[in-house]
């Protein structure tokens, strides 16, 4: 023990050590002050503020923008429908994602590598971009519909409405999920499925018991990344929704850009850090049960 | 004393199939190579059974094949009548300790011994008797809630035995299971094992590249090598009847001397040594502590001149140059001798059964 | 005269030109909309008024949308860096009630007195300076014979091919309103219930309600063939696209858009803002600009040749039904959830 000691290099006393470590937070909790509470707190401060119908905006408090956002049924559909569509993407995505991901750690070498290629690329377009590339692809003389055209199907209604949206932005949210849960499957090691394979598991039910618990911290974190995503999405919706889908996001947008009342914007932006707010907190009571 | 070791390249492939588990033409091979090549074995039920060889010798590849958790190329293997060869792993009902002990992070130690009841859909009352027992053959009683992490490496290694030998398999595979382990520790568990598979009885293979481990814990020991079964044989017989050059100097310590072979004897030292069936370069092997020395001046063996003394309390080896070849000798110390200088001149005899000759690529 | 003193007057005859020519070069800022409007406003505009002016400097500042000036504004509020604003009518209102403008009157430029009378707008301190209407776009390929009414959009035959920009925007707003008025109502300020169901009526064959990027190449690529969309950049794409975009002016009628132009309190270009504001107004530029891009004009005595004229609305007057943009924003909530509860859901 006291060569231990001995070897280790002195600690410098509690006091300077507590001062070395402030010291080493300072830029960044000065950045982080800067940078997102001081923006934060005055939307939460505008969010107060009067305004009039016309978008002029008073420094004068008043309680109106969120007393309209509690009585308006409106806003609670609203609050509503984005959660379960963004549950309902972040699921879809999940789904779509898993298998590829799965395939991916599996793989090595050259393969691997070219795969990761692959997945990541599409980060290197602009979400813009690969929206209107879902335009032609969905819409109603787009590929699908000119394909189902010449099998004699009936063409469907894929594009500028809800279903639209979740196609675009679960191809969208991909290459996030593909990436959390592959930093989800360290855990995994393929001699642990080998010996459930010798207990007698059968594939499906190494994947159910072994596989799917092992790697539920990569998919917490796919889930809470893709959500907050989705959530806080409003280009896709826009552009793919023609019009048709309501989410917090694209009434932020509407209410600040066309009708000018930023402290309903705000008062929605608020609202959308709490939801926020309220998926960390339940991804961190999920994976405090788990591990 | 009789020969219960097969020579390379014989296999049974008149009887059929005698033992518990029977391995016949077992073959994989891979773009390049061959892991292991035409491998025939059996094994009676209950007996403990290792595989022994060097890295790459195929041992490891062999059981997995066993297992089913490689595909083999080419081959037959039937345990108990069944014949599993294209069987899934999971069908296979066998119990397998890895050397990483593999055991499942996430679930408790109970629960990781009880899965192998839980896939075969054992009632619940009684998987916990059953869990409790294999807790207690192993000596974790008290632990059952722990993970794993919270184990050290050897308790690991023993829930991996418990997990394995709760569904009571037909046969239990061990792969290098106490490698990961340190000496005192492996010593402990090396017993403890053994004494697990005689009290249920239960036919074992034993995966090592540890000659100490095999002689000292098996029934028999299968010595492989580069994909090939050299030897099968008990302990006793792998030692004073090494049927190859690889298997005499891989188990136990030996000298290894070169000679030159003509009409069935070969000239080693002003000695001829019987070399039926063989002509050109051999190799002559024999082990250090069958060799007995005595002064020049006696007449008998072959004369040499000591090189090197070297005395480490248990032993006192000479290294004696003959005829430009230094051959060891090892001596039983027991207190009073003279330890002879180097340069004196000595004589070498050994006894003819304790001399093996093998042919030499050139 | 020895060698520093012909220095030193040499010297201070620099320094009094220098301050001169100083005193001369004025900068003034312009916040206006990027793109099309960028473009031409500043050949038409910008360029002759630098030319005419030559001590004053016209920096072009812009921005995608109204909106977003607005925002700029109120974040310059204590140290303005622009002095001259272009933007809708309606968040002029706002600015102006914010006090971040100067009030535009006959003493800051002689030409408002020559402003058409719904050129100057109550309680806002800016003034028209282009006046733009809603009108009916057409891919001429695919659609034969010119539309005669608003309702055609209604025409099965167009089923999921109509790109109408909905509302919130102000263009599905106008159309309320137009058909609003056609169906028979009277007071749009408490009841568009007709228009709203006219809306209903074509819902079921709209592609979508947010054509982007804008509807115009929406309907030339064929995406959508028949829709609806502001005069000026129709009539502007229907040049570019070679004739393949067409527009209409429906039997129902059709509204004004207001954009207008502002002086921004304590701008840094100080009396400069006031002289481009005068020259904005002036019949020379309201001219060249119309004759550019046809936004109608806002003052009477602007000389607009008759190919262009008849490419506004300035000969069809009596079909623009008058709409107080400012008073309406009152009701644009109420409207706003009708359209969602009783459009929408029709729509596909």
Redesign the interface.
């Known amino acids: 023990m006291s060569a231990a000691t001995a070897i280790a290099p002195a600690l410098p006393p509690r006091r300077s050590r507590l001062g070395l470590i402030v010291a080493l937070l300072a830029p960044i909790a000065l950045i982080n002050a800067i940078g997102f509470l001081a923006p934060v707190l005055n939307l939460a401060r505008m969010s107060f503020y009067e305004v009039e119908p016309t978008g002029a905006m008073r420094e004068v408090y008043t309680l109106a923008t969120w007393a309209k956002l509690v009585t308006d049924s409106f806003y609670a559909e609203l609050i509503v429908n984005s959660v379960s569509v963004s549950l309902g993407i972040t699921l879809l995505t999940l789904v779509c994602s898993y298998p590829i991901a799965l395939y991916l750690h599996r793989s090595s070498g050259t393969w691997k590598t070219i795969l990761l290629v692959l997945v990541i690329s599409p980060l290197l377009t602009s979400a813009v971009v690969r929206t209107y590339g879902w335009i032609a692809i969905l819409s109603d003389s787009g590929l699908v519909n000119n394909a189902l055209g010449a099998l004699g199907l009936p063409p469907q209604r894929m594009m500028f409405n809800l279903t639209g949206v979740t196609i675009g932005l679960t191809e969208i949210l991909m290459p996030y999920m593909i990436l959390a849960l592959l930093a989800g499957f360290g855990r995994l090691d393929p001699r642990i499925e080998e010996a459930a394979s010798t207990l007698g598991a059968p594939p499906f039910t190494i994947f159910r018991r072994i596989i799917l618990p092992l790697t539920v911290p990569g998919i917490a974190l796919g889930c809470l990344l893709c959500f907050v995503l989705a959530v806080s999405s409003f280009i896709t919706p826009k552009l793919l929704g023609g019009g048709r889908v309501f989410l917090l996001a694209t009434e932020i947008y509407d209410q600040a850009i066309v009708t000018l009342n930023w402290p309903l914007a705000a008062t929605l932006s608020i609202l959308v850090l709490v939801i926020f707010g309220g998926a960390l907190v339940l991804y961190t009571r999920a994976l405090r049960a788990i591990l | 004393m009789t020969d219960q070791s097969t020579a390379p390249g014989q296999g049974l492939n008149g009887a059929a199939g005698e033992g518990f588990l029977s391995i016949r033409g077992l073959t994989k091979r891979y773009a390049g190579f061959t892991a292991v090549d035409n491998f025939d074995l059996e094994v009676p039920k209950g007996e403990l059974v290792a595989f022994l060889g060097p890295s790459g010798c195929g041992k490891t590849t062999s059981l997995r094949m066993i297992a089913g958790l490689v595909p083999a190329t080419a081959g037959r293997i039937v345990v108990g009548g069944q014949d599993l060869t294209t069987v899934e792993t999971h069908r296979r009902d066998m119990g397998l300790v890895f050397q990483s002990y593999a055991l499942f992070p996430h679930m408790s130690i109970a629960r990781n011994v009880a899965f192998g009841l839980e896939m075969r859909k054992v009632p619940k009352d009684e998987i916990t008797r059953r869990v409790k027992e294999a807790i207690a053959l192993v000596h974790l009683t008290g632990k059952e809630e722990h993970k794993p992490a919270q184990l050290s490496g050897g308790q690991q290694q023993r829930v991996a035995l418990a997990r394995a030998l709760v569904i009571r398999p037909s046969i239990l595979l061990l792969d290098e299971p106490l490698s990961n382990l340190d000496a005192k520790l492996r010593d402990e568990m090396r017993n403890e094992i053994r004494d697990i598979q005689k009290s249920l009885g239960i036919t074992a293979i034993f995966v090592t590249h540890d000659q100490g481990e095999a002689l000292t814990m098996c029934d028999k020991v299968v010595v492989m090598n580069e994909g090939r079964l050299e030897q099968v044989g008990t302990p006793v017989d792998l030692y004073e009847r090494p049927k190859t050059a690889f298997v005499a100097s891989f188990v136990g310590r030996t000298n290894r001397l070169k000679a030159v072979a003509k009409d069935g004897a070969a000239e080693f030292a002003g000695q001829r040594v019987p070399a039926a069936g063989l002509s050109g370069p051999v190799e002559v092997m024999i082990r250090p502590h069958r060799i007995a020395l005595s002064p020049a001046a006696s007449g008998e063996g072959i004369a040499g001149t000591i090189a090197r003394a070297i005395f480490s309390g248990d032993i006192l080896q000479y290294d004696v140059d003959v005829g430009g070849q230094i051959v060891s000798v090892e001596l039983a110390t027991r207190g009073g001798e003279t330890v002879l200088a180097p340069g004196t001149q000595v004589s070498l005899s050994w006894r003819p059964q304790d001399i093996f000759v093998y042919g030499a690529a050139a | 005269m020895n060698l520093s003193t012909k220095l030193t007057i040499a010297a201070l005859l620099m320094s009094g030109v220098s301050t001169q020519v100083l005193a001369q070069q004025q900068t003034v800022t312009v916040m206006a909309y990027a793109g099309l409007f960028q473009e031409r406003y500043t050949k038409a505009v910008v360029e002759p008024f630098m030319k005419a002016n030559p001590g004053i400097k016209v920096e072009y500042f812009p921005m995608p949308?109204s909106?977003?000036m607005?925002g700029t504004l109120?974040a310059q509020k204590a140290a303005p860096q622009a002095d001259v604003v272009i933007m809708d009518v309606?968040?002029s209102?706002?600015?102006?009630?914010?006090k971040l403008f100067n009030k535009i009157d006959e003493k800051v430029s002689k030409n408002v007195a020559d402003l058409y009378p719904n050129a100057r707008i109550a309680d806002v301190d800016g003034v028209a300076v282009t006046f733009d209407n809603l009108v009916m776009l057409y891919n001429g390929d695919a659609v034969k014979d010119a539309p005669k009414s608003w309702m055609d959009l209604a025409k099965p035959e167009y089923k999921?091919k109509v790109a109408i920009p909905?509302m919130?925007?102000i263009q599905g707003l106008s159309l309320v309103l137009i058909m609003d008025k056609a169906r028979g109502g009277t007071n749009y300020l408490q009841n568009v219930d007709k228009g709203i169901a006219a809306l209903g009526e074509i819902a079921p064959s709209?592609?979508?309600?947010?054509p982007?990027p804008e509807v115009y190449p929406v309907i030339i690529s064929g995406?959508a063939v028949i829709g609806a969309g502001w005069n000026a950049r129709a009539q502007v794409n229907a040049d570019t696209s070679g004739g393949k975009l067409k527009t209409a002016l429906p039997q129902e009628g059709s509204v004004f858009q207001i954009n207008t132009i502002n002086y921004v309190a304590n701008g840094p270009g100080k009396d400069a803002g006031a002289k481009f504001i005068d020259y904005a107004l002036s019949p020379e530029a309201q001219k060249a600009f119309t004759e550019s891009m046809f936004y109608a004009p806002t003052n009477a005595k602007a000389q607009i040749s008759e190919a262009a004229i008849a490419r506004t609305a300035v000969k069809s007057m009596d079909k623009v039904i008058p709409v107080d943009w400012?008073a309406l924003?009152?009701?644009?909530?109420p409207i706003?959830?009708q359209w969602?509860r009783k459009v929408?859901p029709l729509?596909?």
């Open positions: 949308n909106a977003q607005l109120r309606s968040v209102k706002a600015a102006t009630d914010e999921g909905g919130p925007d709209v592609q979508t309600w947010e982007k995406q400012i924003a009152k009701v644009r909530d706003m959830e969602r929408i729509s596909r």
